[in-house]
């Protein structure tokens, strides 16, 4: 099984910041990680696929790079509504596994 | 639009079943390999199962095989779970969610059923 490690767990950033999100992989994923958004009481959404495709709608503020074993998601600018929990996800392997999440909290 | 709507979530007895539905609209039911992901209450997400748009091949989480089985219905576009055995730690949202065709990325999710187990 890919073991999908997030740092750091919780991120304290103000609006207009940049926020830089980790994700690593026990093992190469190639470049089959995928970034969601999750939101209080809300299902996740689809940010970023292939390590570095922005999904359908999703603003150019959020960006993903890497491949293999580390990868980042980047917030360029922190808008209100981004205060989220962030989780990555490979479908690389069975299992499909998803990393244990950062929160991006108002500092 | 495409569209996922769970329902069967329940509150069970250890040992007990239930049975959980997706109504798929919006796409070509059967192109599309669908899932089951849980999300137990304060924590994160765990995939469970997963199904081919054929039907021709399932695959399952370690924590659930042998009690839980994946099914679909293209001809009424519905994904189920059929549960059984079920422990405390199955207490969970379960989520129908959709991978690109072809295997791809996770692209679409439910709002979720919550399922409880508890005596």
């Known amino acids: 099984e890919i073991v999908l490690t997030q740092s750091p767990a919780t991120l304290s950033l103000s609006p207009g910041e940049r926020a830089t999100l980790s994700c690593r992989a026990s093992q190469s994923v190639r470049s089959l990680l995928a970034w969601y958004q999750q939101k209080p009481g809300q299902a996740p959404r689809l940010l970023i696929y292939?390590?570095?495709n922005r999904a359908t709608g999703i603003p150019a503020r959020f960006s993903g790079s890497g491949s293999g074993t580390d990868f980042t998601l980047t917030i360029s600018g922190l808008e209100p509504e981004d205060f989220a929990v962030y989780y990555c996800q490979q479908r690389s392997s069975w299992p499909l596994t998803f990393g244990g999440g950062t929160k991006v909290e108002i500092k | 639009e495409v569209q996922l709507l769970e329902s069967g979530g329940d509150l069970v007895q250890p040992g007990g079943s239930l049975r959980l539905s997706c109504a798929a609209s919006?796409?070509?039911?059967?192109?599309?390999?669908m899932n089951w992901v849980r999300q137990a209450p304060g924590k994160g997400l765990e995939w469970v199962s997963s199904i081919g748009g054929s039907d021709e091949s399932t695959y399952y989480a370690d924590s659930v095989k042998g009690r839980f089985t994946i099914s679909r219905d293209n001809s009424k576009n519905t994904l189920y779970l059929q549960m059984n055995s079920l422990r405390a730690d199955d207490t969970a949202v379960y989520y129908c969610v959709r991978r690109g065709s072809g295997w791809g990325p996770i692209d679409y999710w439910g709002q979720g059923t919550l399922v409880t187990v508890s005596s």
């Open positions: 919006g796409f070509t039911f059967n192109n599309y390999p």
């Open positions: 292939d390590a570095s």
